[in-house]
């Protein structure tokens, strides 16, 4: 009996305990209800994390023998015949200039990029990025240098509190587009067997055990990550919006493909829960609160990013998921996220409520440009750096054309614009508009080689041969 007593005493302290907490979580969300381990009471706790059981994109699977797109030697030929405005942009003003210095600064990690350094680290990263598809030689010697040095250098250290977060935002935003590019390209690199072992090794290890640490703030994290279940964490003063950034985005992308191709479903299911994470900052409405927010600078992260979701897209069209289609944690769909940044790229003004705050933008807050006409908008210095005519949809087209294709039929395709700024940046290795390609175009059988008619005799066969050279010739 006093088992029993003691038992619904528990009983009744926990059901108050559980009563006092059930609208206690700092988030605001409601705790999620369970049972205890013996059965004998529920639990209430609250989830501040992300969990991986609400991500659809969990039902994607390894494939054996992956290709990045549908047709990839298609993808292949048009990718390095195809030169971009910003192939030449990186090539005149980085490459051949002793202060940047790229191939040393990158395989040797020296100088550390820290708060002095951390310009030029970006521009190499940038260099690397767009010469891969055509070169891969410098990036096989970066990968290499990293894999098989005993000690990592690609480590975030806080050697220096005013350091760490340029390494802790570079170091793996590097680890990310050169991922793509490793996953891409991964049949160019010209390793010994025990080379591309360490290189295997080695970036999934980078990828696996990197879990996006807090950086803003100081060196010790005390800001907050975001919140996966309110897509305005980020509008908090001591969130840290690198946690469900742009960061955040470039691994996911990276741990994505290359767990594809080398057919590891735990590092691809980790890039699939990292992408989810980052679109958890998506409302209902469809607005990417995280970039709409950024002041004068919104309409540069909102476009550049939105070219990450198209490179996404394409991938996972090749498996014959539709991730424009896939509904996020917050109501909308990812092509809802679309059609905010075409209507940011018509009226600079839309997101105005959010702008206003600012985030990480104090030195271009969102007065700037509020009261900007439209051609005064054209003239702002973000703008034309992220795009270069927005009254001209050619570029939107170029870059986003699954969504343009499905969404906005009114618009003509046309591929083969090579002034974006945006294909091919520090933060952007592989462009969306030569995936689409790789998807669209159709695989061609070469035609079978001809049988030769050895019937002919010796002298015969090559009198016949000589006449047809002249022949030729003479053409």
């Known amino acids: 009996m006093k088992k029993y007593l003691a038992l619904l005493g528990l009983l009744m302290i926990t059901a108050c305990a559980s009563a006092n907490t059930t609208n206690a ?33 969990t039902q994607i699977k390894v494939v054996d023998n992956w290709s990045p797109v549908i047709n990839f030697q298609a993808f292949k030929k048009e990718s390095k015949s195809r030169v971009y405005w910003t192939d030449g942009f990186y090539k005149r003003n980085y490459e051949s200039k002793s202060e940047f210095n790229c191939m040393s600064r990158l395989t040797s990690v020296t100088p550390y990029p820290s708060a002095q350094g951390v310009t030029a680290w970006k ?21 290499l240098s990293w894999a098989s040095n005993p000690k990592d250098l690609m480590k975030v250290k806080i050697t220096n509190p005013s350091d760490f977060n ?16 490793y996953a891409i390209w991964y049949d160019d690199f010209r390793y010994t067997p025990n080379e591309r072992k360490l290189v295997d090794a080695y970036m999934t290890k980078k990828f696996m055990e990197h879990k996006f640490p807090v950086i803003n703030g100081n060196s010790q994290g005390r800001f907050r990550p975001c919140n996966p279940n309110d897509p305005k964490s980020t509008l908090a003063r001591n969130v840290d919006t690198n946690t469900c950034g742009s960061i955040r985005i470039k691994v996911a992308l990276g741990e994505i493909m290359l767990g594809l191709r080398l057919e590891n479903q735990a590092l691809l299911d980790k890039g699939n829960e990292d992408i989810w994470f980052v679109l958890t900052q998506v409302d209902a409405d469809g607005v990417w609160v995280n970039y709409a927010a950024r002041g004068a600078s919104n309409f540069s992260y909102y476009t550049e990013y939105l070219h990450h979701l198209s490179i996404l897209t394409e991938i996972y069209y090749a498996l014959g998921y539709d991730f424009l289609e896939m509904e ?17 790229l018509k009226d600079h003004t839309v997101f105005a409520k959010y702008a206003n705050r600012n985030l990480g933008s104090r030195m271009d807050p969102y007065s700037i440009v509020a009261n900007m ?33 499905k969404y906005m039929p009114h618009l003509p ?21 030569m995936l689409y390609w790789g998807n669209v175009t159709k695989y061609v ?7 030769m008619d050895y019937s002919l005799k010796q002298t015969e066969g090559n009198g016949w041969r000589k006449s047809v050279f002249i022949s030729g010739a003479n053409n």
Do not use: M
């Open 25 to 57: 979580c700092s988030d605001g969300s409601s705790p999620t209800k369970s049972v205890s381990a013996d059965g004998s009471y529920y639990v209430y706790s609250c989830n501040t994390t992300n969990t991986i059981s609400d991500n659809p994109l």
């Open 123 to 143: 521009k190499c990263q940038g260099l690397i990025n767009t010469k891969t598809k055509t070169n891969i030689k410098p990036l096989q010697e970066i990968l």
């Open 413 to 433: 395709i046309v591929l083969g614009y090579t002034q974006s700024p945006q294909s091919g940046t520090s933060n952007i290795s592989v462009t969306p508009d």
């Open 445 to 451: 059988k070469p035609k079978p080689l001809p049988v």
């Open 328 to 344: 996020l944690k917050h109501g909308a769909k990812v092509h809802q996220v679309y059609d905010q940044g075409y209507k940011l």
């Open 166 to 181: 340029p390494a802790g935002y570079n170091i793996p935003s590097v680890l990310g587009t050169f991922g793509q590019l």
């Open 373 to 405: 006409t439209r051609d005064q908008w054209f003239q702002y210095e973000q703008t034309a750096e992220t795009y270069k005519d927005p009254d001209d949809d050619t570029d939107w087209v170029n870059s986003h054309t699954r969504y343009v294709r």
